[in-house]
């Protein structure tokens, strides 16, 4: 089962130097049956404005990655860590049992992310940070695992969840097939591009929420840059 949900459907907030897009229930953004998809629970398409960010603010028992879309964020903890993430990479960041952190696009552009926060599996573990720059080059070869929790995948950025984050980059005309275990489910979205996936266009930031579905054949309609989410 394929179902997609506009980018004109997403509730929507614009606070000035945050421009934000809720795919679920998300602040003053209440939609109950956009509580969650599986175990993730918020999916924000946010546009950061160039010199401005997210003051230090607390967290606890939550996974939540940011993926860089365009610009780059720059990161900082009451851990200590410190970290500047560009386009095409991520960070993890494991809230655990508390983490105070900041996120600041320091650039001279504006930075678009997304913003992803998935259930763990424990609660109260230490925190921890992590963010790792993957080879362009990897890109254009179908889906390449980013950050993932799932047995098998140790040698990607690890997050503390039974989840895989996946992205791939494909020219117009071209295919990547992805298949999920029995009982998963999904969640595209088109960070660019438009595509078609088992027969349903997706254009750029609508999402499409997927599951009983045990192989996913995405087609690039315009060159695309696409990123999916595989949970419990």
């Known amino acids: 089962m394929l179902q997609l949900r506009p980018f004109d459907t997403l509730g929507h907030a614009n606070h000035g130097w945050l421009d934000a897009h ?9 939609d109950p049956a956009r509580m969650h998809w599986g175990n993730l629970r918020v999916w924000n398409d946010d546009l950061i404005a160039a010199g401005s960010g997210f003051p230090p603010h607390p967290h606890r028992d939550m996974e939540i990655i940011t993926y860089v879309r365009e610009g780059a964020i720059t990161h900082e903890d009451s851990l200590g860590n410190k970290g500047r993430t560009e386009a095409g990479d991520v ?26 926060w998935i259930i763990p599996q424990r609660v109260g573990d230490a925190p921890s940070w992590g963010t790792r ?23 990607q950025l690890r997050i503390r969840t039974d989840a895989r984050l996946v992205a791939a980059t494909l020219q117009a005309g071209e295919s990547a097939e992805y298949r999920f275990d029995q009982g998963r489910r999904g969640y595209l979205v088109p960070a660019k591009g438009a595509v078609e996936v088992n027969g349903v266009r ?8 997927i599951e009983q579905e045990a ?14 989410v595989d949970v419990a």
């Not at 960041?93 to 996120?103: D, L, R, T």
């Not at 720059?133 to 040698?155: C, H, M, W, Y």
């Not at 997706?202 to 929420?209: F, H, P």
């Open 91 to 116: 960070q993890v960041m494991s809230a655990g049992s508390g983490i105070v952190h900041s996120e600041y696009n320091l650039e001279q552009v504006d930075t678009r992310i997304f913003q992803i």
């Open 133 to 155: 720059p993957f080879p362009k080059g990897q890109r254009g070869e179908g889906f390449v695992t980013l950050a993932s929790g799932r047995e098998g995948d140790e040698q």
């Open 22 to 30: 809720h795919h679920f229930s998300f602040a003053e953004y209440y």
């Open 202 to 209: 997706v254009n750029a930031r609508d999402g499409l929420a």
């Open 215 to 228: 192989l996913l054949t995405v087609t690039a309609i315009e060159d695309s840059e696409i990123v999916l």
